[in-house]
């Protein structure tokens, strides 16, 4: 009995072997076959594209994702939005290994996440894919550049102009400044009981353009160097326009922003980015209003917000994505959100299509040659911390311009030599 | 014998089923209290970076000792200290009296008790929003106060107003919480000791003075030392009325916003200086109340 028992079991073991090795071969056959087909149609892979929850640019993207796919039958795009804090949630994800393969690249935050690796220069890409990076504004080339490499393409971006209420100049027959001092002459001319001159927000996001133009910078490298001479003599101008009841901050007469104090009429002029057009429009749409270049001292200056497309160094497919973002900012696809006035397309050719459709930005694609981009390096928000307390500390007259500033240079130092 | 044997099982049996119920609780608490606990201790010894956590290095006491020499730390601190030396004796004495009132014989205390304990439990940014209402330069207290004289200020944005803000914002908030507590103080103190120094003569303000008061001892001590630990740890308020940013000059800069500036305001900020800076303020209010506990023990437990 054990012996039949014996047999079978070692007959049914030979079965199973040999049925095994026919499996396999099937198999080895099958796996043939399918390399063959993926010779001729690749495996399609998912990219995954975070942003900003934005109405519009969400409705925007998602159009531009469907004609993507349909033109790369290979490539899936797979859109995010994270609502709330982006740049936080952004880099969480970075720290817990779940980066997005595509994603919106802040100015401000950029320099960190690229000092420490996270994104992915994209010089390599453009020349393979021979991507006509030319055609980008080259201060907005510049901002995303870090020791040489480049690694984002600009989605768009807005820059300062000097906005002057025209019924107002009108009336007392001036003509829009164009230098400091005619600048501060309307605002003495424009300020009555009921109006000020100018309507500024006290911070580095409006002030910094004439640190520039008075032949100043931030920057040393890339490093902030924010209490050079030029800088504080700006600043001292800068603050003199509140010390002379010139100038007032929206909140000092209870609005907002610079937006509402100018839309109400409560100032004759304001230092604002293209947004304010588009804000105007909705909430003033009766106001006779005109927007110049930003005064000039020793030189033009201006500066440039923007948020970049750039791509995860982790990313397993990085060509995926760069064919993405070269699609997203190709000249069609760019072209479709001028309708909406919120920023001015990053190629330099649709500025004209731009300033036809909506003529009140001329002045904003007059001064891109010259904008300085709103980046301080990996110690960027503690420059906008710093230089903001100094002006606020300033015009409190808590502070001479040169101590404020001296301290500010000081705190941001301490910054940067704990985080490198 | 079996006896013997049978006592200590039953008991091991309890503590079995004991430490069975507390066992959920215990997990949360180690994962999400006491795990981030040491690993903040550790991060506090060490430049941690969570972007580059590969570079991360010990660098010893080097957090604290620049902790030290940190103006914008010594100005949160300043401030902290000026805020809970207002609000916990300002809240202690709204919220003893509120109690007071709704312990009374009056109509309508419920009312009373509802009305004054909503604020307590209204989320702290409802509370911003409506304070920003209230307090902006045209707002109704500006209006206000105007009738008697008072300049118009902006309370948000003049350094010397912004963190009295705060503590009106605290103390209308936290007064509700307190009068619950000593509610219940008042009603625990037996009616006979009250009667007593009655028959004996006394008035209702010697009553609530040589009776209650000394009574109400173990509650007031609960108030004063939650007060403590709660205003040092303030945050919400000065992150309300700056916007996050500690302003205007570090006015309303406190602690804990500092700690949460230097940790999560900036992109891949060194983790380990907000975590050495949490826990001197742990070392602060861990003495502070070592301090009150030996004050207030004198005499506590008579009665």
Same mark, same amino acid.
């Given at each position: 009995?054990?012996?039949?028992?014996?047999?079978?079991?070692?007959?049914?073991?030979?079965?199973?072997?040999?049925?095994?090795?026919?499996?396999?071969?099937?198999?080895?056959?099958?796996?043939?076959?399918?390399?063959?087909?993926?010779?001729?149609?690749?495996?399609?892979?998912?990219?995954?594209?975070?942003?900003?929850?934005?109405?519009?640019?969400?409705?925007?993207?998602?159009?531009?994702?469907?004609?993507?796919?349909?033109?790369?039958?290979?490539?899936?795009?797979?859109?995010?939005?994270?609502?709330?804090?982006?740049?936080?949630?952004?880099?969480?994800?970075?720290?817990?290994?779940?980066?997005?393969?595509?994603?919106?690249?802040?100015?401000?935050?950029?320099?960190?996440?690229?000092?420490?690796?996270?994104?992915?220069?994209?010089?390599?890409?453009?020349?393979?894919?021979?991507?006509?990076?030319?055609?980008?504004?080259?201060?907005?080339?510049?901002?995303?550049?870090?020791?040489?490499?480049?690694?984002?393409?600009?989605?768009?971006?807005?820059?300062?102009?000097?906005?002057?209420?025209?019924?107002?100049?009108?009336?007392?027959?001036?003509?829009?400044?164009?230098?400091?001092?005619?600048?501060?002459?309307?605002?003495?001319?424009?300020?009555?009981?009921?109006?000020?001159?100018?309507?500024?927000?006290?911070?580095?996001?409006?002030?910094?353009?004439?640190?520039?133009?008075?032949?100043?910078?931030?920057?040393?490298?890339?490093?902030?160097?924010?209490?050079?001479?030029?800088?504080?003599?700006?600043?001292?101008?800068? *603050?003199?326009?509140?010390?002379? @009841?010139? =100038?007032? +901050?929206?909140?000092?007469?209870?609005?907002?922003?610079?937006?509402? !104090? &100018?839309?109400?009429?409560?100032?004759?002029?304001?230092?604002?980015?293209?947004?304010?057009?588009?804000?105007?429009?909705?909430?003033?749409?009766?106001?006779?209003?005109?927007?110049?270049?930003?005064?000039?001292?020793?030189?033009?200056?201006?500066?440039?917000?923007?948020?970049?497309?750039?791509?995860?160094?982790?990313?397993?497919?990085?060509?995926?994505?760069?064919?993405?973002?070269?699609?997203?900012?190709?000249?069609?696809?760019?072209?479709?959100?001028?309708?909406?006035?919120?920023?001015?397309?990053?190629?330099?050719?649709?500025?004209?299509?731009?300033?036809?459709?909506?003529?009140?930005?001329?002045?904003?694609?007059?001064?891109?040659?010259?904008?300085?981009?709103?980046?301080?390096?990996?110690?960027?928000? *503690?420059?906008?911390?710093?230089? @903001?307390? =100094?002006? +606020?500390?300033?015009?409190?007259?808590?502070?001479?311009?040169?101590? !404020? &500033?001296?301290?500010?240079?000081?705190?941001?130092?301490?910054?940067?030599?704990?985080?490198? | 014998?079996?006896?013997?044997?049978?006592?200590?099982?039953?008991?091991?049996?309890?503590?079995?089923?004991?430490?069975?119920?507390?066992?959920?609780?215990?997990?949360?608490?180690?994962?999400?209290?006491?795990?981030?606990?040491?690993?903040?201790?550790?991060?506090?010894?060490?430049?941690?970076?969570?972007?580059?956590?590969?570079?991360?290095?010990?660098?010893?006491?080097?957090?604290?000792?620049?902790?030290?020499?940190?103006?914008?730390?010594?100005?949160?601190?300043?401030?902290?200290?000026?805020?809970?030396?207002?609000?916990?004796?300002?809240?202690?004495?709204?919220?003893?009296?509120?109690?007071?009132?709704?312990?009374?014989?009056?109509?309508?205390?419920?009312?009373?008790?509802?009305?004054?304990?909503?604020?307590?439990?209204?989320?702290?940014?409802?509370?911003?929003?409506?304070?920003?209402?209230?307090?902006?330069?045209?707002?109704?207290?500006?209006?206000?106060?105007?009738?008697?004289?008072?300049?118009?200020?902006?309370?948000?944005?003049?350094?010397?107003?912004?963190?009295?803000?705060?503590?009106?914002?605290?103390?209308?908030?936290?007064?509700?919480?307190?009068?619950?507590?000593?509610?219940?103080?008042?009603?625990?103190?037996?009616?006979?000791?009250?009667?007593?120094?009655?028959?004996?003569?006394?008035?209702?303000?010697?009553?609530?003075?040589?009776?209650?008061?000394?009574?109400?001892?173990?509650?007031?001590?609960?108030?004063?030392?939650?007060?403590?630990?709660?205003?040092?740890?303030?945050?919400?308020?000065?992150?309300?009325?700056?916007?996050?940013?500690?302003?205007?000059?570090?006015?309303?800069?406190?602690?804990?916003?500092?700690?949460?500036?230097?940790?999560?305001?900036?992109?891949?900020?060194?983790?380990?200086?907000?975590?050495?800076?949490?826990?001197?303020?742990?070392?602060?209010?861990?003495?502070?109340?070592?301090?009150?506990?030996?004050?207030?023990?004198?005499?506590?437990?008579?009665?």
């Amino acid at each position: 009995m054990k012996r039949v028992l014996s047999l079978f079991l070692a007959l049914c073991m030979t079965v199973t072997l040999f049925a095994g090795c026919s499996k396999k071969a099937a198999q080895t056959n099958q796996q043939n076959e399918q390399q063959q087909q993926t010779e001729q149609k690749k495996e399609p892979v998912t990219i995954t594209v975070a942003t900003f929850s934005d109405a519009f640019g969400n409705k925007w993207e998602k159009e531009v994702a469907d004609e993507f796919m349909k033109q790369n039958p290979d490539i899936k795009v797979n859109l995010e939005q994270y609502p709330g804090d982006f740049f936080k949630a952004l880099e969480n994800k970075f720290i817990a290994n779940q980066a997005p393969d595509v994603f919106y690249l802040d100015i401000v935050q950029a320099p960190s996440l690229i000092n420490a690796g996270k994104v992915e220069p994209i010089d390599d890409y453009i020349s393979k894919y021979n991507y006509d990076i030319d055609d980008i504004v080259p201060s907005l080339r510049q901002a995303f550049t870090w020791d040489g490499k480049l690694y984002g393409i600009a989605k768009d971006y807005n820059m300062l102009g000097l906005f002057y209420n025209k019924e107002m100049f009108e009336k007392k027959g001036l003509k829009p400044p164009t230098n400091w001092e005619e600048l501060r002459q309307c605002a003495k001319m424009l300020t009555t009981k009921d109006v000020k001159g100018l309507a500024l927000q006290n911070e580095i996001a409006r002030f910094q353009p004439l640190a520039y133009q008075n032949g100043g910078s931030m920057m040393d490298g890339q490093n902030p160097k924010v209490n050079r001479d030029e800088n504080i003599k700006a600043a001292e101008f800068w *603050t003199s326009l509140f010390k002379d @009841g010139l =100038a007032v +901050e929206p909140k000092d007469i209870g609005e907002g922003w610079d937006g509402d !104090a &100018f839309g109400k009429g409560k100032v004759a002029m304001t230092i604002e980015g293209g947004w304010m057009c588009k804000y105007l429009q909705n909430t003033a749409p009766n106001l006779k209003y005109g927007v110049v270049e930003l005064p000039v001292n020793k030189t033009k200056s201006t500066m440039a917000f923007t948020v970049a497309w750039g791509i995860a160094s982790t990313s397993p497919n990085k060509d995926a994505a760069f064919k993405f973002v070269s699609f997203i900012t190709n000249k069609d696809n760019q072209r479709k959100v001028i309708p909406e006035q919120n920023a001015l397309p990053s190629r330099i050719s649709l500025h004209q299509e731009f300033k036809d459709k909506f003529p009140m930005w001329d002045a904003f694609t007059k001064s891109y040659e010259y904008a300085a981009p709103y980046n301080y390096g990996i110690a960027g928000t *503690t420059v906008i911390d710093e230089v @903001g307390k =100094a002006l +606020e500390k300033i015009k409190l007259k808590k502070s001479d311009a040169k101590s !404020a &500033f001296d301290e500010a240079q000081k705190n941001i130092e301490a910054y940067l030599a704990d985080v490198k | 014998m079996p006896q013997k044997r049978g006592k200590p099982s039953y008991a091991k049996k309890d503590a079995v089923w004991g430490y069975l119920f507390v066992l959920p609780a215990m997990i949360l608490i180690a994962v999400w209290i006491i795990y981030p606990m040491i690993f903040a201790f550790r991060l506090s010894f060490m430049n941690f970076k969570y972007l580059t956590p590969e570079k991360a290095r010990y660098v010893g006491f080097a957090n604290y000792i620049r902790a030290f020499s940190d103006d914008t730390f010594k100005k949160a601190l300043t401030n902290t200290f000026k805020y809970s030396l207002i609000v916990v004796p300002v809240q202690t004495i709204i919220s003893l009296l509120l109690a007071l009132v709704c312990n009374s014989r009056i109509k309508g205390k419920t009312f009373f008790k509802v009305a004054y304990y909503i604020p307590s439990i209204t989320s702290a940014l409802a509370v911003g929003t409506m304070f920003k209402f209230l307090f902006n330069q045209q707002g109704i207290i500006n209006r206000f106060l105007s009738n008697f004289g008072f300049h118009s200020v902006s309370w948000f944005e003049d350094p010397s107003y912004a963190l009295p803000l705060c503590m009106i914002m605290a103390i209308w908030s936290s007064v509700g919480g307190g009068m619950i507590l000593f509610l219940a103080g008042l009603q625990d103190i037996p009616s006979s000791v009250i009667e007593a120094a009655q028959v004996d003569g006394a008035n209702g303000f010697q009553r609530f003075l040589k009776i209650i008061l000394p009574l109400l001892r173990p509650t007031i001590f609960f108030a004063v030392v939650t007060g403590i630990i709660g205003t040092l740890q303030v945050f919400d308020q000065a992150y309300i009325v700056s916007r996050g940013s500690g302003g205007p000059l570090d006015s309303t800069m406190t602690v804990v916003l500092y700690i949460y500036n230097k940790g999560f305001r900036t992109t891949n900020a060194n983790m380990g200086y907000p975590s050495a800076l949490a826990f001197l303020l742990f070392a602060i209010i861990f003495t502070l109340t070592l301090i009150q506990k030996k004050f207030f023990d004198k005499g506590a437990e008579s009665y």
